[in-house]
Nanobody
Framework: QVQLVESGGGLVQAGDSLRLSCAASGRTFNIRVMGWFRQAPGKEREFVAAISWTGGSAVYADSVKGRFTHSRDSAKNTVYLQMNSLKPEDTAVYYC????????????????????WGQGTQVTVSS
């Protein structure tokens, strides 16, 4: 089993930045891909970004491309989501997720690809 714990959420103004962290524990040697998803009130959970745990390759949703950057620190078993130029429409609960298939084997942007999920952290962006 893999446990994921997110942190770093909060209330910010439009244009501000936040950095989310996701710390993994347990059988972390199984992890191959880490992802971030978000869910706004009344909406379905949607893909934000994914990163290869070993190679560092990353993909992003079009809505965050150029503003969000995904990185990882393998020594700390932690991934980070740097969010810049935040917009009110970025307001959501952000979830960290992980799976153990090789990077690119799956789409890595679909909820069902992921086996492990964190509890989520709230990000609120005021206008």
């Amino acid at each position: 089993q893999v446990q994921l714990v997110e942190s770093g959420g909060g209330l910010v103004q439009a244009g501000d930045s936040l950095r989310l962290s996701c710390a993994a524990s347990g059988r972390t040697f199984n992890i191959r891909v880490m992802g971030w998803f978000r869910q706004a009130p009344g909406k379905e959970r949607e893909f934000v970004a994914a990163i290869s745990w070993t190679g560092g390759s990353a993909v992003y949703a079009d809505s965050v491309k150029g503003r969000f950057t995904h990185s990882r620190d393998s020594a700390k078993n932690t991934v980070y989501l740097q969010m810049n130029s935040l917009k009110p429409e970025d307001t959501a609960v952000y979830y960290c997720a992980a799976h153990d298939r090789p990077w690119g084997r799956l789409s890595d942007s679909v909820l069902s690809d992921y086996d492990y999920w964190g509890q989520g952290t709230q990000v609120t962006v005021s206008s």
